[in-house]
């Protein structure tokens, strides 16, 4: 996935500069720096959801598979069932139940019902490494369990339509340690098959779970490459200022 020329806006306030990136496939991308800088922004127009903002707007390209997602031929659902989202709090369909939170997308794209239904389910549940503990359970109430089993349901409403890219916008802030210690390692295992670019305030969750690290200040992309150069060997100044919590 890519970004050429990546502008965005929210009215007249311009949220993202001129951002230019090329995000590695099959590996974990943290987007980091201090609170207002675009990071969620960014996220968002990498699968369409900034266009649903009010007063919001873009201009640049976004390349998935070489093909730019805002062309005008693109239809902008289908482009967020190949980039899914998990967002900050866990956000399970509180009317659903725990199968029907993971069978959502696929209901909405003609998967109805039956055996391929239920093992799409159990495999999503599974590669969120929730199976084990819901598998009994699965009629209840997806709000019935805990915030951190929520967030790994989440993942699993995300797995299920087979993305290509998921998108994860400050996944643990909302968990105790614990849960968000489940989280990062579910994160490292879905490289295997997925994309995953992950927004976090967290610099050491950020050193702990990803392989490439994008700084970003002011709406600008300042610095981007490997986690363990950014980290240890920033080549900005402003970089190695907020590493070091000269400010942020």
């Not at 949220?15 to 960014?42: E, H, M, Q, R, W």
């Not at 239904?117 to 819901?134: F, G, H, K």
């Amino acid at each position: 996935m890519q970004s050429f020329g990546l502008n965005a806006w929210f009215g007249t306030k311009q949220a993202l500069k001129d951002i230019n990136i090329s995000i590695k496939a099959n590996a974990v991308t943290a987007i980091i720096g201090p609170s207002g800088c675009g990071k969620s922004t960014f996220l968002r127009t990498l699968n369409r959801m900034h266009e649903l903002v009010s007063g919001a707007k873009m201009s640049g390209q976004v390349l998935l598979d070489g093909k730019n997602i805002y062309a005008s031929d693109v239809d902008a659902v289908m482009v967020r069932r190949r980039v899914g989202m998990v967002f900050q709090k866990p956000n399970p369909f509180p009317t659903m139940s725990i199968y029907g939170n993971v069978a959502a997308g696929l209901k909405l794209t003609g998967v109805k019902r039956g055996a391929n239904l239920d093992e799409v389910v159990q495999r999503s549940l599974e590669q969120a490494t929730l199976w084990d503990e819901v598998k009994g359970d699965l009629k209840k109430p997806g709000t019935s369990i805990s915030g951190g089993q929520q967030q790994r349901l989440c993942i699993a409403r995300a797995i299920a339509l087979e993305p290509e890219v998921i998108l994860m916008d400050e996944p643990c802030s909302a968990l105790d340690p614990i849960a968000t210690a489940k989280i990062e390692e579910l994160i490292v295992s879905l490289k295997r098959v997925y994309t995953v670019v992950i927004v976090t305030h967290n610099m050491q969750q950020a050193a702990r779970v990803s392989d490439f690290t994008a700084f970003m200040y002011l709406g600008q992309l300042v610095e981007y490459g490997e986690t363990s150069a950014i980290f240890e060997n920033p080549k900005n100044e402003l970089t190695e200022k907020y590493i070091t919590g000269k400010f942020g």
